[in-house]
């Protein structure tokens, strides 16, 4: 597994010892590469101030910086408002805009905020549209890097990095990263692909990465996520919630995407040693059993749900590992 010290990533400190001498803005006069491109970033977030101003820094550490981000404080109540308020005063690039909201974390409710981030780039003249998590840290040609994996593919429609987390003193890849499999977390769509497949999609049970991707494959662009750009996530995904009672969420999620019936019983077979042992398998397959038990409405077309599992399907022929399994 792969595995980086905390003291090896840049971004991860306020002090940057890494810095680039010359930083510009994504596609403006500046840009000494002549770069074509330009990207605006939006970010949901809910009481983070213990990791936000470390996200803060890594964006405005970038070599290419976005035209715009906004940051939208999705009814948080805690210093979150006041950090980024801080760094919007003195940085006009970042927008900080608040939402008051009943108390507790919602994946509608974040893809909403993201909804209310677009609207203020009306005008712009971007490119690519992104979002980044609330809890990251980023090397500091990140997204540069991202957008010349673009430039090099013009069928490339949605990509990101892998998600490193940290577990035993250092940052490892998160074992479920994979190249087919883009992670939310930072990522950048191109933006006439963002439009054809109507931006994120406001989800009940969350997946609006797993959505996304799906979306941008069923209409003929491609998504991937690449090894080599990493992203640091501060909070370990189990943290923002209950385990088993996240883990039965995804499966209710998975049913309301409409997976393949035999694909599910495959993947949760496939997760039965991962932690918690055996109990997490049976808990992502009982939400699966509960939703169809229950016949719970899909929030997806039958054009998304065949498409989807005509790819399920591909995958069970070919026979691959447990990491190809979405």
């Given amino acids: ?32 590469q002549g770069s074509e491109f330009s990207y605006v970033l939006m970010t949901a977030a809910y009481n983070e101030e213990a990791f936000i101003e470390k996200t803060i820094v890594s964006v405005l550490a970038q070599r290419l910086l976005p035209l715009k981000w906004v940051v939208v404080s999705d009814g948080s109540t805690d210093k979150t408002d006041a950090i980024v308020q801080r760094y919007a005063s003195q940085h006009p690039l970042i927008s900080l805009v608040r939402v008051a909201r009943e108390p507790g974390r919602s994946f509608a409710s974040k893809v909403l905020a993201l909804h209310r981030a677009e609207k203020l780039f009306a005008g712009l003249p971007y ?6 998590d609330a809890d990251l840290g980023l090397e500091p040609d990140y997204f540069k890097s991202l957008l010349d994996e673009f430039r090099r593919d013009p069928q490339l429609g949605l990509a990101s990095g892998f998600v490193y987390e940290f577990e035993y003193g250092e940052y490892r890849s998160r074992s479920k990263n994979n190249t087919q499999s883009v992670p939310h977390a930072a990522q950048l769509v191109r933006r006439e692909c963002y439009e054809a497949i109507g931006g994120y999609a406001v989800l009940k049970y969350g997946g609006e990465d ?37 883990i039965f969420r995804q499966g209710r999620m998975d049913y309301s995407f409409g997976s393949y019936p035999p694909f599910e019983l495959i993947k949760c077979l ?8 055996l109990v997490g398998a049976l808990a992502r397959l009982s939400g699966f059993v509960w939703s169809y038990l229950a016949m719970d409405e899909r929030v997806v077309s039958t054009e998304f749900i065949a498409f989807l599992r005509g790819e399920q399907k591909a995958k069970m022929l070919s026979i691959l590992n447990d990491a190809d399994f979405q």
């Fill in 127 to 132: 490119d690519f549209i992104g979002n980044i």
């Fill in 210 to 246: 797993w959505h996304a991707q799906t979306s941008v494959r069923l209409k003929g662009w491609r998504a991937e996520a690449f090894p080599s750009l990493k992203i640091f996530h501060q909070r370990h995904t189990a943290t923002s919630g209950g385990t088993i009672q996240n």
């Fill in 270 to 277: 496939t997760r039965c040693f991962e932690r918690p042992l």
């Fill in 1 to 32: 597994m792969s595995s980086l010290r905390a003291d090896d990533i840049p971004g991860l400190t306020l002090n940057f010892t890494q810095q680039p001498k010359e930083k510009t803005v994504a596609g403006s006069a500046t840009d000494h």
